[in-house]
């Protein structure tokens, strides 16, 4: 079964502060493919990254960087020196054969950056 | 290049009546695929259609059903519309319907049902 769990409803820091969310997947799949986006209030989805189950390397971009450590199914991202630009829903989601390569999402957690 | 539209950008309809909602996808994808977003809820995947075929459904009734057209764009209809069918449908391209694809999403059409 396919399934992935963002275990944080709501997180709330002060900007500038760092801040990470949580995604833990599971899959049957040795191929599957990992995407977190962000759903700012005015509803509209917007596609971060995806990773595919081969490549754990770590990435970075800009103040953003996500952890994939397959040993514990997870993908988790790090936003640094937050901004409340940064405030939104984020959605990790899991797409494998299993699934029929259907978008399986997490329920997203709410970040709120307050200034 | 312009990316996923989707039209209306709001509808409030009664109970039992019928909706259409429109999308049109990014420049060059021949992939679009249907969610239903409840409130404080993750999207939920309703359909996909690839060349003007269903390519895979979610775990949603025969009254949602669907349409993409020979330039990509898609409708989706859903009949005998439910109080829980209140929702925020998103519409999604792609190029293709390999895994690796990510999505490009519209800014959705927020349903109500009274």
């Known amino acids: 079964a396919q399934k992935v769990t963002q275990a944080q409803t709501e997180i709330s820091v002060v900007e500038k502060e760092d801040v990470t969310l949580d995604c833990v997947y599971e899959t049957r799949d040795t191929t599957y493919y990992l995407f977190w986006y962000k759903q700012p209030p005015s509803g509209e989805l917007v596609f971060l990254i995806r990773?595919?189950?081969?490549d754990e390397q770590n990435e970075i971009s800009g103040r953003y960087s996500w952890n994939f450590q397959k040993s514990t199914s997870s993908f988790n991202f790090t936003i640094t020196a937050s901004q409340v630009v940064d405030s939104a829903v984020y959605f990790c989601a899991l797409r494998s054969e299993d699934s029929n390569y259907q978008l399986i999402w997490g329920a997203g957690t709410k970040l709120i950056i307050k200034p | 290049e312009t990316g996923v539209t989707q039209s209306p950008t709001h509808l409030i309809k009664t109970r039992g009546q019928q909706v259409t909602l429109r999308c049109s996808s990014q420049s060059g994808h021949n992939t679009v695929s249907w969610y239903q977003q409840a409130l404080g809820q993750g999207p939920q995947f309703i359909f996909q259609?690839?060349?003007?075929?269903?390519?895979g459904r979610g775990n949603f009734p025969p009254r949602f059903s669907g349409l993409q057209f020979p330039n990509y764009s898609s409708e989706l209809n859903v009949n005998a519309l439910e109080l829980d069918d209140s929702a925020l449908y998103l519409c999604?391209?792609?190029?293709?319907?390999?895994?690796?694809?990510?999505?490009?999403f519209g800014p959705g059409t927020r349903l109500t049902v009274l």
């Open positions: 259609y690839y060349r003007e075929e269903e390519n």
């Open positions: 999604a391209s792609s190029p293709g319907t390999s895994g690796r694809n990510e999505q490009f």
């Open positions: 990773r595919n189950s081969f």
